[in-house]
């Protein structure tokens, strides 16, 4: 997990509020991804980059945005925070070729919205 | 589109018995499959993966999983199950571009 790290781990805010989420990898790869986690549901897809200039929609793209700032950092956004996205938050990232499949995650950002 | 289904919310197993945890797919072509685990508090872990060649594969901490082509299944197993294998378990598959499409996940309780 120390290769890719998340901040802030946690983090409590109000309705309406803009929220960015960091997500940094020391590993060298082109590959980045943030999802969320809701118990029963899985992880779910926000976003995904295959390299700094390709941003693309996941499954729920909806009321987020990302920033690809670099090949080591990719950022997600939430424009005007609303309770329904309270969730667990996690960036991962990938390696290209035969490796591609293994992704290596961060730890998490808890975030509420209240 | 690709997907995995897993079909047990919870799966109990005393320590030292055989463990399962069930993965059915559904894919058009080759499925590449995979198994995660999340610990308490922490991001997912890679176990294993199915690419092609053996339909057993072997992976870490003593898991390996089975591929049967002809049940769609890539179910989970380790022989003798131990208390720190607790955890949440995700079945995952490769979609057409290069995503990754989990389950919604298996929560494994060990009891001692």
């Known amino acids: 997990d120390a290769d890719v790290t998340q901040t802030p781990r946690n983090r409590i805010t109000k309705t309406g509020k803009r929220i960015m989420l960091e997500c940094s990898q020391t590993k060298g790869h082109d590959r980045m991804y943030w999802y969320r986690q809701d118990p029963g549901l899985g992880l779910r897809l926000i976003y995904y980059s295959f390299d700094v200039k390709d941003i693309n929609k996941g499954e729920i793209s909806d009321g987020y945005s990302v920033s690809r700032q670099a090949q080591a950092k990719f950022s997600l956004s939430l424009e005007s925070a609303i309770p329904n996205q309270t969730a667990l938050y996690f960036c991962a990232t990938s390696d290209i070729g035969w490796s591609t499949d293994t992704q290596y995650f961060g730890p998490g950002t808890r975030l509420t919205v209240l | 589109a690709q997907s995995v289904a897993q079909p047990e919310d919870q799966v109990n197993v005393a320590e030292g018995n055989p463990l399962t945890v069930k993965c059915t797919y559904s894919?058009?072509?080759?499925?590449?499959l995979f198994w995660y685990v999340q610990y308490p508090n922490r991001g997912l872990q890679f176990l294993l993966k199915y690419i092609t060649g053996d339909n057993l594969v072997k992976g870490s901490y003593g898991f390996e999983a089975e591929f049967n082509k002809s049940q769609t299944s890539f179910h989970l197993k380790k022989p003798s199950a131990l208390v720190s294998d607790s955890a949440l378990y995700f079945c995952?598959?490769?979609?057409?571009?290069?995503?990754?499409?989990f389950g919604k996940g298996t929560r494994l309780h060990i009891l001692p």
């Open positions: 894919v058009s072509g080759n499925p590449y």
């Open positions: 995952a598959v490769r979609d057409r571009d290069d995503k990754i499409i």
